[in-house]
């Protein structure tokens, strides 16, 4: 079964800073999407990001990047430039792209942004 | 454009009485329809997903079910509500195409529901 590690559970970053969130994931399919989802305090999830696995370029939304490296399994979130509305739960999730699968969650990294 | 929608927003209940949760999607066709669990302080425990009316595939058993009357409702409903149940509840989307769902899901406000 897949899963979906984010090995830290928190983080802060000082406005106008940069801060890397982490996730690692398991899996033996080749052709899979990747996924950055924001939670800020009302709590509904807001897509940050996607990566396609067949894609070797990293994807790119704004302030926010993703360092995705295949081979190691792994899937960074970079946020430049942060903002205080960056303050979230960030997770990472992973879907098979065969039929109609479903996502698969990390248990999320709190961040917090100082002004 | 599309939207979902989840209501109630809040729900408070006592420990045996029954559940309903609903969630709509507007703008859009035979969508993939999911529910998702979050405890407090915990990633997303998906519940159930539906790929057309009346086809539901459960993911964790548990006392609750979830229906799908019409091709843009889904329902999450339990006859007896644990303590165990509470939680925030969301919902979410996607496209189907061609009978394979597209990668991206589109969740909706979520219901926050404490069991007492």
């Known amino acids: 079964a897949q899963t979906v590690t984010q090995s830290q559970p928190e983080m802060s970053v000082q406005e106008a800073e940069t801060v890397t969130l982490s996730c690692t994931y398991d899996?033996?399919?080749?052709?899979?999407?990747l996924f950055w989802y924001k939670q800020p305090p009302s709590r509904q999830m807001i897509l940050v990001i996607r990566?396609?696995?067949?894609?070797?370029q990293n994807a790119t939304e704004n302030r926010f990047s993703v360092n995705f490296q295949k081979a190691a399994k792994s899937f960074s979130l970079k946020i430049s430039d942060s903002q205080l509305g960056d303050a979230a739960m960030y997770f990472c999730?992973?879907?098979?792209?065969?039929?109609?699968?479903?996502?698969?969650f990390g248990k999320g990294t709190r961040l917090s942004v100082i002004a | 454009s599309q939207t979902i929608h989840q209501w109630p927003a809040t729900l408070v209940q006592p420990v045996g009485s029954p559940l309903s949760l609903e969630c709509t999607v507007e703008?859009?066709?035979?969508?993939?329809l999911y529910w998702y669990r979050q405890a407090a302080g915990r990633g997303l425990q998906l519940l159930f997903y539906?790929?057309?009316?009346?086809?539901i595939s459960s993911e964790v058993p548990q006392n609750l079910s979830a229906s799908r009357p019409q091709d843009r409702q889904f329902i999450l409903s339990s006859k007896k509500l644990l303590l165990s149940d509470s939680g925030f509840y969301l919902c979410?989307?996607?496209?189907?195409?061609?009978?394979?769902?597209?990668?991206?899901?589109?969740f909706g406000p979520g219901t926050r529901l404490t069991v007492l």
């Open positions: 703008g859009t066709s035979n969508p993939n």
């Open positions: 539906s790929v057309g009316i009346g086809q």
């Open positions: 990566q396609e696995a067949y894609k070797q």
């Open positions: 999730a992973y879907r098979r792209n065969s039929g109609n699968t479903p996502l698969v």
């Open positions: 899996t033996s399919e080749s052709d899979y999407y």
């Open positions: 979410a989307w996607s496209v189907l195409l061609a009978g394979f769902s597209t990668d991206t899901q589109y």
